[in-house]
């Protein structure tokens, strides 16, 4: 029999909120961003949560962030996640969603997390979920180690499709036989390239399409504890392998403290 995956996008579907957002005090505690961008990432983590930012907005954020971080230091990032990961990502990870995880493996399906975000972020993520494979945007690393504000690699809408259909040809996936899973209509690509797609706390957009075309949508609203469902958790159940690796995580954060300040200019 062929292999099948399922392919999870990470914010509001696997997790309740903005996987970089949610480490900007971590950030401003080690330095990277001062007291000013950590308020205004709470608003970001409003916006975010209330309908997010449409393509071109993305867009704008995407050169805006790739130029800020550059010089930052990737390891510096890194052991920030590390320290922080169980305490921020921990309690916002929805029940429904480690659930559907677990009944994945257990009928032998892969399970792959492909996220816009960045890898210092992403990869412990799918880690401490037991993801099989990480798909996300990377960035190019200088010889100093620090980031250089070249995107070598950018995972959102149809290179996420193509990133899924990469993987399956390398795995061996049945993509008709597969799964996905995403909250955003910019995923629409990822969602057309497997036989079983749903909606997960769908945008506007996103829910228009998913009643249009019969896909199942999916409501997830229980943030649980790993600890709470595993009371001997301690290590991932299972360990990631990387796919592809990704972009600044602080960096992401400051793109969208970028399209909070746009957002409240155009208000005001």
């Known amino acids: 029999m062929p292999r099948t995956a399922a392919f999870f996008d990470l914010d509001k579907t696997v997790i309740a909120k903005s996987s970089t957002l949610t480490f900007s005090k971590s950030f401003y505690q080690g330095g990277l961003i001062n007291r000013r961008a950590v308020l205004r990432t709470a608003y970001s983590q409003f916006v975010f949560l209330a309908g997010g930012a449409d393509h071109d907005q993305m867009e704008r ?49 892969d399970v792959v997390i492909v ?43 149809p290179t996420k499709a193509e990133a899924v259909r ?12 597969c799964y996905a899973y995403s909250d955003s209509v910019t995923d629409i690509p990822m969602l057309e390239a497997v036989g079983r797609p749903h ?23 229980r943030p649980v504890r790993l ?25 992401a954060t400051a793109g969208l403290v970028w399209y909070a300040s746009r957002r409240r200019s155009t208000v005001a």
């Open 61 to 109: 954020m995407r050169k805006y962030l790739s130029a800020l971080c550059r010089g930052w230091n990737v390891q510096q990032v890194k052991e920030i996640v590390a320290e922080t990961l169980h305490d921020l990502i921990d309690p916002i990870i929805y029940d429904e969603a480690a659930t559907l995880i677990e009944e994945h493996h257990a009928a032998g399906r």
């Open 115 to 157: 996220s816009t975000s960045g890898a210092e972020v992403v990869e412990p993520i799918g880690e401490l979920l037991g993801a099989d494979r990480v798909v996300a945007t990377r960035m190019v690393v200088g010889d100093d180690g620090c980031f250089t504000g070249e995107v070598e690699y950018y995972a959102y809408g």
């Open 166 to 177: 990469e993987l399956a040809a390398s795995e061996g996936y049945d993509l008709a036989r």
């Open 199 to 221: 909606a997960v706390n769908p945008d506007r957009a996103l829910r228009r399409e998913a009643l249009t075309r019969e896909w199942p949508i999916l409501d997830f609203h």
């Open 227 to 251: 600890k709470q469902r595993f009371p001997a958790f301690s290590v991932p159940p299972r360990p990631a392998l990387v796919a592809a690796a990704a972009i600044g995580a602080a960096a």
